[in-house]
């Protein structure tokens, strides 16, 4: 599509107010495609109908992938007004194909009568007939227009709730003059400060709601107060507040149970469960349950020892939120003798970053090099070309690690373009970015990483070796295109090389004198990668339960009472007093703008997979070549070419086990 090298994404050709107006004709060339599929006077095969349509919107998804992020990672006031007008007409788009009734009948035609040749081919032409089922093909008239209102506002609502999330997040700043109030802040944290208020023309230190500022203030001040201070800024930040997401979530939560019900469903939940491998609200209700049963009684042991920990050490007789970070790192360092600030120093990104390359070559046979021949968004973004033993080319991979102004909070991967074979026979290669929010470096230091910071790296790292090493036929089934509880599977199978000490010697060397990191610190982290982890647990269980009671059947119908839902919803778990500025459901961007909703519960689900999978490696080694290249061919390059139920017993010869998880979080022994 693009005439640049590896067809790259030419972002200097395009301002931000240029992409409405190249969507819009990206838009009108696949009409044309799809009209040229509905005309055709040959009777409707799989070729001329299902695998047409599968390749119709190529230049369309190039470009809306190329805004899509930009508007993510590199946003302003314009891509803000765009995402507005683009969102409707992407919902119309979508629409206009699937309420394409002439369209649908060579569709079902083909699915009534076409024998497939290959797993992929059956797993095309089934998703693709679901797809025009579950998305209207089947109403009537007057309810097919009545599903592009409902999808055109849902575009629009999503939209609003991660402008508020994002601008919240943004205008917020706790400045501080007095160094003294910094008491138990490491100096990595305090210098950032200082820098970020420097930027900002004053003379202080300024704390932000991103996670590299706000998350070391949480951990390491001493001073109460301005850790509650933060912690309700962040809490509370898009709830009775400036940029309020009530009403936006009952908007989007109706308005999903609307489309559901004119589609013939129970809910919301039942809609998008029915294209999981959890299959149902009741199955997941039970999944997230048992884990509840089982993490329980750690948890509580651990908030009781955490309470106690507190009121010995400075007469903490109310314990709160704002004290978990602190006093578990205080517990952590009194248990293990280890912190952030001793562990960073091993830590510098671009070290990191080279050891887990070092870890993709040996399990995968992947080389990186860093090329400066194409075209980025951003000064702090990087690229590398990625080849396999051979020296074939494989993929791009974009880097994007620091926080801004205009890049919204979290990590990510995503792509700027998918991996298919195209209809020519060539196979194009996938280009896929990892998007973060590290430590920055400073005038004195480098990036150095928290080691949750190295853990979200290696996170992504398993997501973007997904779309790495894609090979299927058809870009609609490439990559992560799986369903959604089986596409955490590869990143967090990734993170347990982080635990691992012949993964960390490739690349955990002190940043000043390259002396490798202690082998005491190696035991420590592999000892502390449990600690707390039935509160962990609680934590997400607790996000899972409350993600099912927005989309199942929710009772409610005023701003009001959105409070009182969300206790309701996670009171099972609940082990800490009430607050009442606190609401986790405004500013819950999974489920009410990043395509997660109904689907939380899947990170559990998917640690069950990643434990279970993992057992193998320890079983063969870390770095066993012949494990990896199963995982390799029956996981990472099938995407969602086949079940993915059938793609893991493939893997690893049984289906998975629970009892790896639990044994591994220490749950049971």
Known sequence: MFDTPYQAAPFSKFEAKDYKPAIEKAIAQALDTIKSIVTNIEV?????????????????DRLTSMFYNLYNAETNEIFQEQAQEIAPLLSDFQNDIYLNQALFERIKLV?????????????????????????GANLSEENKQILREIDKNLSVKTLHFAQNVLEATNTYELFLTNENDLDGLPNFAKEAAKE??????????????????FIPFMTYIKNRNLR????????????????????????????????????GYKSHADFVLEERMAQSPEIVAGFLNELLQKA???????????????????????????????????????LFSLSDEVLKPYFQLESVLSGIFSIAQKLYGLHFE???????????VKTFKVTDDKNNYVSILYTDFYPRKGKRNGAWMTSFKGQYITPKGENSRPHISIVCNFTPPTTSLPSLLTFNEVRTLFHEFGHALHGILANTKYPNLSGTNVFWDFVELPSQLMENWCYQKEALLLFAYHYQTQEAIPMEYVEKIKASAAFMEGLQTLRQLSFGLLDMAWHTNPNIDSI????????????????????????????????????????????????????????????????????????????????????PMDLYVRFRGKKPSVEALLKRSKLIK
Request: proline fraction near 3%; hydrophobic fraction near 35%; aromatic fraction near 14%.
């Open 44 to 60: 409707a095969s799989f070729q001329n109908t299902i695998e047409a349509l599968a390749y119709a919107t190529e230049n369309l």
């Open 370 to 380: 860093e090329i400066t021949n194409i075209e980025t968004y951003h000064p702090d």
């Open 111 to 135: 699915y009534n009568q076409y024998v497939p040749a290959t797993a992929e081919e059956k797993m095309l032409l089934k998703t693709t007939y679901k797809q025009f089922v579950r998305n």
């Open 296 to 334: 329980l009684p750690s948890a509580q042991k651990q908030f009781d020892q955490l309470q106690t920990f507190a009121l010995n050490k400075d007469g903490i007789t109310d314990f709160q939120k704002w004290d978990t970070a602190f006093y578990s790192e205080q517990l952590k360092q009194s």
């Open 560 to 643: 009001e009472q959105i409070k009182n839902f969300e206790k309701k919803a996670i009171k099972p778990t609940e082990l800490y007093p009430d607050i009442e500025k606190n609401n986790v459901s405004t500013s819950f961007s999974h489920i009410f703008s990043g395509g997660y909703s109904s689907g939380y519960y899947s990170y559990k689900w998917a640690e069950v997979l990643d434990a279970d999978a993992f057992e193998v490696f320890e079983e063969k080694g870390i770095f066993d070549t012949k494990t990896a290249q199963s995982f390799k061919e029956n996981i990472l390059s099938k995407g969602g070419s086949e079940p």
């Open 196 to 213: 970020l208020a420097q930027k900002r023309q004053k003379n202080g230190f300024v704390f932000t709601l991103d996670a590299p500022s």
């Open 228 to 263: 509650k201070e933060l912690f309700l800024a962040n809490a509370g930040k898009c709830y009775e507040s400036t940029y309020d997401n009530r009403q936006n979530i009952l908007d989007i939560v109706q308005l999903r149970q609307q489309r559901a019900t004119l589609l």
